[in-house]
């Protein structure tokens, strides 16, 4: 008996020690998806509020996790921000201000024709070179990368393959979707069309690809950055979700006038566009492809998913679709409709559920983020601007610090050149036309309605001084006077717009919503015989 037991014995110790020689299991980072919609206001999301727009998926991201209700672009256009997301730097210090495209100095007088007081400067008109971004960053350290959609950060060059993306699907130099419209065939030189994908629409396109990258490399460590070019103009949607969004506008109440004269253009007054509510949609939809695909490799509690947007939304210029009351105003303007965002990160081991972080943070703070949360050292050399937000997302605290915008050009929509410094509550913004400063509290007055610099005169003197100092430390360019400037042409331009151009708006508004509206192409080319 006594030989059982320390046979019985000696094999418990043998197969303690056998386990232990075992490897332990592989330890892998996470995967990265960066869903970023192009031109998406802040309130045009259903978990953000909105009443008109529907967006389940989208939803989806939102309910697992932490929501920054302060989230900014860096820019109220699209490549500044675009470059603030890839290099940690804001725009007045990577130099690319304004679109890739916008005129400037003399140019913008002759082609604009809009007889303004002054002339844009000149930008950097691609990604630099000498930057290490944030997909660079990302395949240095093992990271199969993979970009979809919009760039606009550089023409033949300086596309994604030229900074760090192993692959690319319909990223170069176009803002929009141009070439063939939101329904296949797109022609988009970045990216094939098939035959069966004929009235496939854009978002479902770029969907598609990303699902195939994710299935592909299942078994790697990926980032995917998902860049829709919804919900950017022209917008256009199929007939069924036409119908559904203008019965549901019906249904809520169609106000008889729909626009109001802002400073240089009509800004819209409701949520009631039909065709803009179902490329929202049709967005959303595509979005739901992606987490599916997530969920159906298993790969769901291994990926961090970013949601964000570039500038806020449309309420005027371009297809003027929407609105973000009680924001004001949107893309292109100085305003918080046109910088501030849907900012949310899910972090699967963190367990978020919708819960909500007030901090003010910005697209620049993505890039340290990101390298924090998949265990590599950070770069402040690169990402001089932004910082990680990974204490917050443990609920930590990270440093005061300021937030600066400069956007010394006028923008399609109806924005001003302007540059912005926002300290915790308050927010002052500097109009170079009128050389005035105007200040806000943004915990009291989220809509920027009341203009409290003449009470509060030394806390506009620290917050310019704070603003100048950083422009001047980076080489800002700024505007200057035009010597041809003629205000009575510019008042006579301004009044066409107001009495000419907004009647013209109201009826192409009613014609939206008018039971019989057919575009007259086959719905944009999502109707297929």
Known sequence: MKIYKSLFYLAGILSVLCLSCQE????????IVFIYVDDLGYNDLSCMGSQFYETPNVDRIYNESMVFTNGYANCQVCSPSRASLMSGKFPARHGITDYIGAQ??????????????????????HLPHEY????????????????????????????????????????????????????????????????????????????????????????????????????????????????????????????EEGFAMGHFLPIRQNQDNPVYAGLIELMDEAVGMVLDSLEAYGLTDNTIVIFSSDNGGVVAGDN??????????GKGYQ?????????????????????ENHTPVTGADFYPTILELTDQDLRPEEHQDGVSLVPLLKGGKIGDRPLIWHYPHYGNQGGQPSSIIREGDWKLIYFYESEREVLYNLKTDIGETTDLSDRYKDRVAEMSSKLFDYLKKVNAKFPVRDPMYDAEKEAEYLERIKNQYMPRLEEQRMRYLSKDFDPGNNWWGSEVD
């Open 320 to 329: 003027f679709s929407t609105n973000l009351s009680p924001l004001r105003a």
């Open 335 to 355: 305003y918080e409709g046109g910088i501030r965002e849907p900012y949310f990160i899910k972090v699967p081991w963190l367990n978020h559920r919708g819960e």
């Open 24 to 31: 332990e299991p592989e330890y892998r980072k996470p995967n």
């Open 132 to 255: 290490v971004v944030l997909p660079e960053a990302l395949k240095e350290a093992g990271y199969k990368t993979f970009f979809a959609g919009k760039w606009h950060l550089g023409s033949e060059g300086s596309y994604p393959t030229d900074h760090g993306f192993d692959i690319n699907q319909g990223g170069f130099e176009q803002g929009g979707p141009y070439t063939g419209g939101y329904f296949s065939p797109f022609n988009n030189p970045q990216m094939e069309d098939y035959k069966d994908e004929v009235g496939m629409s854009m978002p479902s396109k770029l969907a598609k690809e990303t699902t195939a990258f994710i299935k592909q490399h299942k078994d790697t460590t990926f980032f995917a950055f998902l860049s829709f070019y919804a919900v950017h103009s022209p917008i256009q949607s199929t007939h069924e979700k036409w119908e559904k969004y203008r019965n549901k506008a019906e249904e809520m109440g169609i106000a």
């Open 104 to 125: 400037t100095g003399e140019d913008w007088r002759e082609r604009s024709k809009r007889f303004t007081q002054l002339l844009p400067p000149d930008y950097v008109v």
